[in-house]
């Protein structure tokens, strides 16, 4: 069974940096892209990065480049979302999600999703 398992979320203050994971179970992450959406309370599910099967990263919101990077460690089979300068409109539950392709999806394609992991920002 294809899915990626998100870890990592949890209460930040305004400012601060949080780490999330996802590890990716029945698959070998090293040949896909990943992804990153997020929804928020009371809004639609939004993309927020990718990084490619070559490491292209292609940004899905504007508001978060300079804050949020993407990486992957394959010996890990383990894509990782690092998030600074948390924001309280960041605060949504992150997903993490796989076309199954080598290329980033459109926000509208058919993915594998991980069931999620909330991230609240607030003092």
């Known amino acids: 069974q294809v899915l990626p398992v998100e870890s990592g979320g949890g209460l930040v203050q305004p400012g601060g940096s949080l780490r999330l994971s996802c590890a990716a179970s029945?698959?070998?992450?090293?040949?896909?892209?990943m992804a990153w959406f997020r929804q928020a309370p009371g809004k639609e599910r939004e993309g927020v990065i990718c990084?490619?099967?070559?490491?292209?990263?292609?940004y899905y919101t504007d508001s978060v480049k300079g804050r949020f990077t993407i990486s992957r460690d394959n010996s890990k089979n383990t894509v990782y979302l690092q998030m600074t300068s948390l924001q309280s409109d960041d605060t949504a539950v992150y997903y993490c999600?796989?076309?199954?392709?080598?290329?980033?999806?459109?926000?509208?394609?058919?993915?594998?999703w991980g069931v999620g992991t909330q991230v609240t920002v607030s003092s």
């Open positions: 999600a796989t076309p199954l392709g080598p290329r980033c999806p459109t926000e509208d394609e058919h993915m594998y």
């Open positions: 029945g698959f070998q992450l090293s040949y896909y892209s």
């Open positions: 990084t490619s099967r070559s490491d292209d990263v292609k």
